[in-house]
């Protein structure tokens, strides 16, 4: 019985340190290099997408959706309603 447990516990244990070598091996392959790269590239557009040319990094929640589908930071819409330039 303890034979039995003893293979059961090792094979676990194999088939844990081949997964976590295939994980790391995907870093230095071109396929991980790529999903590396894209995910950058993700993080990187919403960032350019939160981001107000005028008062700059801008939360979420903040942004206000126009009806036309363009997106405005808080302040600048603020600005546009009150006539403030």
């Known amino acids: ?3 039995i447990i003893l293979e059961s516990v090792l094979f676990i244990a ?8 295939v994980v790391k091996a995907l870093g230095w392959t071109p396929p991980g290099l790529r999903f590396r790269q894209l995910a950058n590239r993700k993080r990187l557009e919403k960032e350019a997408e939160l981001t107000c040319p005028l008062h700059g990094l801008q ?3 903040t942004l206000v959706r126009l009806p036309t589908g363009e997106v405005l930071c808080s ?4 600005e546009a309603v009150h006539g403030h330039i």
């Open 1 to 3: 019985m303890n034979a």
């Open 14 to 21: 194999l088939v844990a340190v081949v997964g976590a070598f």
């Open 59 to 61: 939360r979420e929640d």
């Open 75 to 78: 302040q600048c819409y603020q």
